[in-house]
């Protein structure tokens, strides 16, 4: 597979091959194989995931062991990403004490 992004520097990825649980980006250095770069996450779906069978990941910016994880070739999920943690800081500082 190639035209990948990633979901933290955004930059152009060459992935081949299926993405293991422990590869990072040669540009920034964070995982990949992550809810943010995997083409089944959607915020606005069940546990943020089409994939029924997925199960729930709590850090969706972290390495997981998703066997679903399938990479997204899309720029729309990491501007998804970044919609959720905008919102998510939003009401964090709204009910910050």
Excluded: W
């Excluded at 770069?37 to 390495?63: I, T």
């Amino acid at each position: 597979m190639a035209c990948c992004y990633c979901y933290s520097c955004k930059k152009e990825l060459d992935i081949d091959a299926k993405v293991g649980r422990l590869e990072a980006c040669p540009f920034c250095g964070r995982d990949l194989h992550v809810c943010y770069n995997c083409l089944f996450y959607s915020p606005s779906a069940y546990n943020a995931c089409h994939e029924p069978q997925a199960e729930r990941v709590v850090d969706k910016d972290r390495s997981n062991f998703c066997d679903y994880f399938t990479f997204s070739n899309s720029a729309s999920v990491e501007q998804n990403g970044d919609k959720e943690r905008d919102a998510r800081g939003k009401l964090e500082s709204l009910f910050k004490k």
